[in-house]
């Protein structure tokens, strides 16, 4: 008698993605229980900071002047996550204004005031990212609260960085009784500005805002600096074309070997590259921002390009693609956390154990991990994006668990998922080293 074939087993389905209203909802409600702990969150950004950067001078009112500010930008920043504030809604702190301007006028060097700002940034995804563990969520609605917190944390440091720089720059004009600046540009001067002009720059640079922009910035890696600016030129036409632009693009040339570029859409919608983004000329490469409209959209899409600039452009991280663009996945993530690689090394050590080594075994399996993870935890899935055997692929993932502190019973999947995404675009500088 012959036996009858089994029927065909079903392919798990694909998980749902969580709703973005949903992910927004749990943000506020965390949100709102970090008013608890704002003195703390305070306090523990204060000694961060002052532990990190000598910014003082020894002088005690000035130290004091930087905790309120430190404080009047935590309490700021939980009133944004509680209450899901627009930033353009919110005025500078006062504190933190009267901080850029005594910074200016003791000659404290600039760059000190911006990292201090990147470092209290970390220290607040620290503890968004602890507060998410603790709601043991599915894996895809974490990473989408933990992906709209960075969105609103990022937004805010942003935002507020450049308000005190501004303070700082007009400050320090006034004290050396000089004339404005003709460096930066008045491009650059319209992305700084708390009230710019748009009419003055559209005058000054032909280039109007009532459009939708793409930002982007291109960069020469290569050795032949005499045609830096020519390659880089023709990178900028490339994109302009491959992107079906709605006018000529808007550049400017920050150094020899790096332009910052706009592109127009006009009524055809905005077009970012997918995939490996357009053939550009070698040496050249290419960091993206996300469209937006108008003035806002100009100046928010060349912070994201930046964001993602600065990530491809972090020392001894593995070779990022020639085109890197801001929502390509874990970008914003990972841009935000290298702003501050000791304390991310540190944290994706204790997330990865074993799995955070520095060799070939380990970055296996942390490869396989990690697009099972992506594939909704689906061995099927993975294998088949992996061109491997199931069987092998069950028994990679059972490994890579294993060598993580606690094993399967440790860490929570999300920080395993998010570890694993920094440890791809950082490399190196977050691994252990082989024994």
């Not at 990473?143 to 709209?148: E, I, Y």
């Not at 944390?153 to 400050?171: F, P």
């Not at 700084?192 to 005058?203: G, L, Q």
């Not at 075994?361 to 990690?370: E, F, G, W």
Request: with cysteine; hydrophobic share 40%.
């Amino acid at each position: 008698m012959s036996r009858s074939a089994p029927p065909p087993r079903r392919r798990p389905a694909e998980p749902p993605e969580p709703a973005p209203t949903r992910a927004s909802a749990l943000v506020v409600a965390i949100g709102a229980g970090l008013r608890t702990r704002e003195s703390e969150i305070a306090e523990i950004m204060t000694r961060r900071i002052a532990g990190e950067i000598d910014s003082s001078g020894g002088d005690p009112r000035l130290a004091a002047l930087r905790a309120a500010s430190i404080h009047a930008n935590v309490a700021t920043m939980i009133g944004i996550l509680a209450g899901d504030i627009p930033v353009d809604h919110l005025q500078p702190p006062t504190a933190s204004v009267e901080y850029a301007r005594r910074v200016a006028q003791q000659e404290i060097p600039s760059n000190l005031l911006v990292r201090a700002y990147h470092l209290g940034q970390n220290v607040m995804m620290g503890i968004c990212r602890d507060e998410v563990s603790r709601q043991e969520l599915p894996t895809a609605l974490g990473l989408a609260v933990l992906g709209r917190f960075t969105e609103l944390v990022y937004a805010y440091t942003d935002w507020i960085t450049v308000s005190v720089l501004e303070t700082y720059e007009t400050e320090r004009t006034r004290r050396t009784n000089a004339r404005g600046n003709v460096h930066p540009s008045i491009v650059h001067s319209l992305l700084s500005a708390t009230t710019p002009d748009p009419a003055e720059f559209e005058i000054a640079t032909g280039y109007r805002l009532d459009r939708t922009h793409l930002a982007a910035i291109l960069w020469y890696s290569g050795n032949d600096e005499a045609a830096a600016l020519s390659l880089l030129d023709s990178g900028t036409r490339t994109l302009a074309h491959s992107v079906h632009a709605g006018g000529a693009p808007l550049v400017t040339a920050v150094d020899r070997r790096t332009l910052w570029v706009w592109i127009p859409f006009g009524r055809r919608a905005a077009v970012v590259p997918a995939g490996a983004g357009p053939v550009l000329p070698e040496g050249v490469r290419l960091a993206l921002g996300l469209p937006g409209p108008g003035l806002d959209g100009f100046r928010r899409s060349q912070r994201q390009a930046a964001a993602a600039y600065r990530l491809a452009t972090v020392p001894r991280t593995p070779p990022p693609p020639v085109t890197i663009g801001f929502g390509d996945p874990g970008v914003a993530v990972a841009s935000l956390l290298a702003a501050d690689l000791d304390s991310t090394r540190e944290w994706v050590r204790e997330v990865l154990g074993g799995l955070a080594a520095d060799t070939d075994q380990a970055a296996t399996l942390r490869d396989t991990l990690s697009t099972f993870y992506e594939t909704g935890e689906s061995h099927l899935r993975t294998a088949q994006q992996m061109i491997l055997h199931r069987n092998t692929v069950k028994y990679r993932v059972t490994r890579a668990l294993e060598a993580t502190p606690g094993g399967a019973a440790g860490h929570e999947k999300l920080d395993i998922a998010l570890a694993l995404r920094i440890c791809r675009f950082l490399g190196a500088n977050v691994l252990r080293p082989p024994a």
